[in-house]
Every structure is written in C-alpha cells, then in structure tokens.
Nanobody, 117 residues
Framework: VQLQESGPGLVKPSQTLSLTCTVSGGSITTNYYYWSWIRQPPGKGLEWIGDITYSGNIYYSPSLKSRTSISRDTSNNQFSLQLSSVTPEDTAVYSC??????????WGKGTLVTVSS
C-alpha cells in the first residue's frame, strides 16, 4: 500500500488549506481500515487531525473540528483534508496514514505546508 499527499505547499493566513491523499495498492473502502490525517508542526509532536473510515464515517479532533473537513472520492481512491481559516500556527508537515485499530501501518511521505503571507 502506498499513500501520497498532494496540495499547495504555501497557504496565506485566513485561507483554506486543501490536501489530497492518493492511495494505491489497496482500496479505501476495505473493511476495517481508517484513513487518517496527522500533522507535525516544526519542533513539536504529532497531532491527529481526523479520520475517514472504510464506510465513510468521519471523526475529527475536537480542537480542530470547527475548521476541518475530511472527504473521500472512492472512484479515484483518494481522501482529502480541508482546514479553514489557517494561521501560521497551522504550519506543519501533513501526512496521511492508514490505521487499523491503534496501529498506523502505512504512511505517506508527508508534505510541508507553510502558512505565510
């Protein structure tokens, strides 16, 4: 299984960050996998953003829920992240992962998104 993030590397403050994760080698609708977005700001730890499940259920981090939207395109085997009203504090390496239970077994390489004017 391979995951690849794509999207702009630079976003202006107050705008919306949009990323897509393209999955190959496995279907995002396969029982019972969760497909997750994770981020890591420079010099800080990993932060879970949210999941979309094999059945399309969506879960968000409470701290980001008001600004986050996760969706999927099953025909293209992709899932996406939108984070609105970004600030420089949203600057981070954003990664998509596959999760089964508590184990994230496959990760994308991650993409650095910088929020700056």
């Amino acid at each position: 299984v391979q995951l690849q993030e794509s999207g702009p590397g630079l976003v202006k403050p107050s705008q919306t960050l949009s990323l897509t994760c393209t999955v190959s080698g496995g279907s995002i609708t396969t029982n019972y996998y969760y497909w997750s977005w994770i981020r890591q700001p420079p010099g800080k730890g990993l932060e879970w953003i949210g999941d979309i499940t094999y059945s399309g259920n969506i879960y968000y981090s409470p701290s980001l829920k008001s600004r986050t939207s996760i969706s999927r395109d099953t025909s293209n085997n992709q899932f996406s992240l939108q984070l609105s009203s970004v600030t420089p504090e949203d600057t981070a390496v954003y990664s998509c992962t596959r999760r089964l239970g508590n184990a994230m077994d496959y990760w994308g390489k991650g993409t650095l998104v910088t929020v700056s004017s």
